[in-house]
């Protein structure tokens, strides 16, 4: 029961790794909003494996077939179901995890939970998942736009392993991220990692990092008291991305340092008689509700977990054995890819905040 | 439309800082869990203003009242209301808050949002609004440990500015952790958190800090795939407390410093035939579903953004002006009142997981 | 789980007929929409017992208390929680009732479904449960009120028995229908009605009948498509009232005799440019969504199922009794008094189709 | 937003009568239940147009795709999404329709809600629509009849015009009800209703009527109090389906003229000390929740809309015109395609609340 995210702005997903299609519907878009077939590709694209040999090998086209609650080029209220087919599935790869329970793979738990061997390829617990996911980000971001068309969403690696971007959030912008194939904005940060990376992926082993948000332009008054806080909303929806670890607002981990005299945003008139705040502590966020500041998160990710690399685990009897993986198809770093997943994940929170926000206007 | 959290075992909670009354409605618990007053009580007396010399100095007995669902000391399936009135709220003392907008507080987003002038002492932004969820958690914890025994939640104070808990989380017990009027298992770091927080205190200051929650006892298979793993419920759960900045799960940031041969968790059967992790990175979770070790998080809180010290800000105006608070009453650090509502909201996560739980199985 | 009604605009209510109190909570209501104890308890004073001697003699002033999410007479977009004491409460008229399941009462069916056995007055299953609603009706009229100004709906006794009212719908008015004490618009009919009653009330029997309700000034526009029509809610919404049996939109079950030709009602443009139909048999709805003409239904209720009369039943031991209540407080017929149940009940509906509709328009 | 149906068993349905497919998923089904395309097929068959010259000569395969969910015939717990593609979409066929609004069809009321021209061939209004509730009710009947297998719903035409079925609800199975093209038990109803269709057929005229249907086999203790109660959500179930105007439920609209001592159901243990009543006026449902006795229901249908006839309307410049339809596929009445879609939608129904129930037992 748990397929189905967002109040007003609804999405629900379908679709295991390794069966015949995944997809979402979209319930709750308001009609008259831009959608199609290529720009929702055009999302897609940014998530769909084998863009560079630092990604998994998988070939996946990743097309997008529109079914419903399109027309002309628009929606029309109705929802919007979005196909995607699997072509490059390959279960029989993965047999071995049918056995073996994979260390800090979901197989252990979904096999508890479900009295189910473990799927072929993780079936929901693979990111294959948020194909999905991804799919209705783009129509969430069509939707934000046409009511707030200044509003900007952009993510990027942040770090992987030790390795930082110090390009300074205000420089940042999705072309400079997009130049980068690790979506790292800093030129000398991708080649250290890039070095790693190739480094990790021959010794079978994989790394880790943090991934920044920022969206710009949001009005303020967007999010919800109380359990519903903008935040709360954000921490959810990036907490439920695979692999996923950690998420911070704003100052986040090291803002509990500081002491209120340092950690408080001081508020003052600009010329133009708009209100801002000197620093950004608050993330854009105050109360739960967005203040017209940059909103700004970020997202810890563990090492991928499929290490080509024998360890020692237990198989469905019980018994202590060895795994040893040789095929199926990883990143080495999942990073990369999660940049647009948040991306979308981060439009589909803004998109049923703002239709939260207009119960409340009169 | 806000105010409900819970699928199935679900809570509505109510009441502003400085209203008549707070408190929540707890609908979806089954019959026959035993409930009482005096239950809820010892839950609310934890969180309760005035404890020692370093709380809000705000006098309220927070006594409960138990208006429906309850029965000779059981539950009877019908959904229990708990009141809680307000005695000594002083809205007079924050009246300089409805012209101009403090700094870091929520008056200035509420006022966008709601078109209200802020409300006296915070209204549903204030902490006293999680009076209701705490009186929640006491029918949550009820409910669970009808359910499982052994299930226990502790969380208690594990860093202040930058001091840190050094007691492992193997000797942390309940006992020690209410020992400490910090809620801090270690007693040496006790001492200078005192001493920082009454230097603090002298100088209008505040301080921020990270708190460790830890659940024991929790059988595997908890927890859904995809939207609502349990650690994205518990990272709703805890970033719509108010103050909170940051969520980790298990090894959580450090965690994303390390490769995947480090941070993976090798399962072993041991001589009970019991399934284990020989470490422990991922926090007792993976997939987003319980695998039955210690669940393990912690949730960063920035410094307390009421400070007696003056601090420039605007006006409903939008004037720039300065800011001076000399009254109203508030803790220099909420760390050790956040500790009883982190717990509390814990246990509504997991009695709602339970409860999902049973449809899944046969 | 089951006591939350509404998608956006929420209510929450809880209470058992004999327990201390009973009440709401409404989650989602815009700010600054007047409010007032006053407002409320003219509601309120329309279902209370006592009125004349048909209804329950149970004393109850119903006298309710607002204890959050209003100041100074306005809503202030928090949750509002509304609490009526009980007063006249009296279990021990009804403790029969522990060990024998009454016929067509709900005890036997809870006892079944809670283990639980059967609660002393019915416990949530009593009409008296309905009083949540009714205040959280005087919300969502209010509402509805401030956003539709010329919106009304008024409901009536059509027939009570066999003996109907001949008023036609046109010249039905609250203040009519108030005239009353059966809420019947047709004096003469109310006279054989009650002469019915009192017949009825002697022997210890009791009579049904139907209630109708119309919406006048609804604009067209309101209600979804597929499952959330706005006659499936308002179904949903008579269904739940304690006693109803049937519900009729439009021309209801008659019109399920007519054919295409005589059914359809016609469109036409009057002079002001206004579209109307001819006909009404579509009662103000179409596809699910509000045409613009007046809105119309009739719900059915059956006779009050505690006759003063010896009965064959089962106690909680499965043995077969005989069943003769002297005491507890009934009504002869629930008509008079549900008139305002389902007053309350539509502007519940309204409200959140509104607000509904307030995400689809830009 | 309103395209979701059900609490835990959950469904959302997508597609357009004129669009590339249609579908639904099926959100929160247990794992291991049998489910397959010949299974969800049987269900489709039995709604699909083209059955016979009495229903709308649109031929449509309407052949299912299972996307997700099951793996070797069994549910695996993870959504499950069916996919069915339009073959004989003939938008043009409508085109007329979409300037001038069909008297009794929800073009305006998509019109004014939307600021949509009416969607060609109805959109989200043609009972079209149905076909993802069907596919979903055979998953619902799959997970009912694994929990209680001797649970069997049944439905049929009770009433077409003036015509009604002669044959007792005992004597009704669906093997007898298959056997008529009209789906209508008694064989002398059958052939009369058919001459008159014919007629009507000839008159470019239809016919409505009232279709009645039972559940066996319940187990006592399912529907909850209050918003939930079962008649309630069968309620809203059947008055979301296109052309339904009425609900009534056990002895329905002619019990509301018994008295008390006449409508009561009196209790009795059998010989096998099984609980059961003497009568069923409750239609097996008592505060809500079943008894244990034979669910029934009646749910009405107004004659269909499109009729092949000259009639006033207006068109979208508010101008008064004259509608004559002449292509367009449509059923002179649609009762005997509505049984399946009755079915499905109770079996959903069902499905959920054994869900819920689940939650309440220990």
Redesign the interface.
Known sequence: ?????G??F?I?????SH?????C?V??C???IPLSEELVQEFLNKRKPGQHDLTSPRQELDQC?????V?KGKT??????I?IRNHDQKPKDYEEFTEI?G????D???N?????TP?TGG???SAR?TVGRVAAGAVAKSFVK??FPHVNVCAWTQ?I??VSNEVPMENITTEIVEKSPLRCPDETATKHIQNLLYQ?KQ?G??????IGCYVLGLP??????????L??????????I?AS?????????Q???????????????DKD?K?K?KTN??GG????????MPLFFQV????????F?P????NSE???VVFSPTKGRHDPCVLPRAVPIIEAMTWIVLADHI????????
Chains 1, 2, 3, 4 share one sequence.
């Open positions: 029961m748990s397929n189905t995210f109040h007003i609804k629900t997903t379908f679709g295991e069966g015949k299609a995944l997809g519907i319930d709750g308001p009609p008259h077939e529109i079914l419903s609650g027309q029309i209220g109705s929802p919007i179901a196909l329970f260390p800090s793979h979901a252990f738990t979904y508890i939970k479900y009295k189910i799927q079936g929901r617990s998942e046409s009511t770090r392993a030790s990790l010794d082993n994989t790394a880790g990092g943090v303020a008054g967007l999010g919800d008291p109380v359990f519903d806080k935040e709360a909303q954000l921490a959810k929806a990036m907490l439920s695979p670890k950690s998420f911070e607002v704003g100052s986040g981990l803002g509990t340092f500081l002491t209120g005299k340092e950690h408080n945003d001081i508020f003052y008139s008689q209100i705040t502590h608050s966020i105050q109360g739960g509700i967005s203040n017209g810890g990710f563990k090492p991928v977990s499929t290490i690399s360890q020692h685990t237990i019980k018994e202590n239709l939260r926000q207009k119960c409340i206007e009169s």
